[in-house]
C-alpha cells in the first residue's frame, strides 16, 4: 500500500521561504510522478506544481519563478522549494503520487491519475 506524508510546513512572514517535504513509500519511488497540490477553506484544490519520475516538471502561474519542486531518489522524498511566499500562498499543501507513467500532457488533464494522497501540512504566511 502506497503512504504519502508531507512536512515542513509552517508559520513565515511574507517574503521568506519554506521547504516542504513529502515522502512515498510502499512502490517504487522512481517510478513515481508527484504532485504538489494546495487548498485554501472554500475553495477548490489548486494544483500547484508537478514533477514526473522522467524529470519533467510543471507550475502553476501563481508560483512560477517563486517555487522550485525536486526530488531525491534514493530518500523516497519530493520537495517544494518555496521562496518569496506571499500572504495568498496561505493553505493546506497536499502531496500525491502516481504510478501510471503517463505524459505531462496527459497528468495535467487527469488529476485522477495521482490516486495516494497524504494528510496535508498547513502553511500560513503572514504580512
Known amino acids: 500500500k502506497v503512504q504519502v506524508v508531507e512536512s515542513g510546513g509552517g508559520s513565515v512572514q511574507a517574503g521568506g521561504s519554506l521547504r516542504l517535504s513529502c515522502t512515498a513509500s510502499g512502490s517504487t519511488f522512481d517510478d513515481a510522478d508527484m504532485r504538489w497540490y494546495r487548498q485554501i477553506p472554500g475553495k477548490e484544490c489548486e494544483m500547484v506544481s508537478t514533477?514526473?519520475?522522467?524529470?519533467?516538471?510543471s507550475y502553476a502561474d501563481s508560483v512560477k519563478g517563486r517555487f522550485t519542486i525536486s526530488r531525491d531518489n534514493a530518500k523516497n522524498t519530493v520537495f517544494l522549494q518555496m521562496n518569496g511566499l506571499k500572504t495568498e500562498d496561505t493553505a493546506m499543501y497536499y502531496c500525491?503520487?502516481?504510478?501510471?507513467?503517463?505524459?505531462?500532457?496527459?497528468?495535467?488533464?487527469?488529476?485522477?491519475?495521482?490516486?495516494?494522497w497524504g494528510q496535508g501540512t498547513q502553511v500560513t504566511v503572514s504580512s
Open positions: 500525491a503520487a502516481g504510478y501510471g507513467g503517463q505524459s505531462l500532457w496527459y497528468l495535467l488533464r487527469h488529476p485522477s491519475e495521482f490516486a495516494y
Open positions: 514533477l514526473l519520475s522522467d524529470g519533467r516538471t
